[in-house]
């Protein structure tokens, strides 16, 4: 069972910056895709940006040049890196862990992460 914690997420001021991380317990983390999702009060989960095991980054078009995704194997980490914040980007931000790396199903959910973007 591969367990996975989010962490930096906090309150910040419009056209601020926030780093997520997102830590694995176990090593074959490593190997699995990941995704960053997040869900807004009263909307939907959604897909923000991902991340496949050999470290290529795909975004959702409107995140694009302002969230970026990287990884760290050492460290067994994901890291999303969010720029020019805005008070839509207030969600609780989610990691999952993709095991097959097709994107169709995620199989390791974190527990989230708060951010709030408000003057």
């Known amino acids: 069972q591969v367990h996975l914690a989010e962490s930096g997420g906090g309150s910040v001021q419009p056209g601020g910056s926030l780093r997520l991380s997102c830590v694995a317990n176990d090593t074959s983390f490593n190997y699995y895709g990941v995704g960053w999702f997040r869900q807004a009060p009263g909307k939907g989960r959604e897909f923000v940006a991902g991340?496949?095991?050999?470290?290529?980054?795909y975004y959702v078009d409107s995140m694009k040049g302002r969230f970026a995704v990287a990884r760290d194997n050492a460290k067994t980490a994901v890291y999303l890196q969010m720029n020019k914040l805005e008070p839509d980007d207030t969600a609780v931000y989610y990691c999952?862990?993709?095991?097959?790396?097709?994107?169709?199903?995620?199989?390791?959910w974190g527990q989230g992460t708060q951010v709030t973007v408000s003057l």
């Open positions: 999952a862990a993709d095991v097959s790396g097709y994107r169709e199903k995620y199989d390791y």
């Open positions: 991340v496949n095991w050999r470290g290529g980054a």
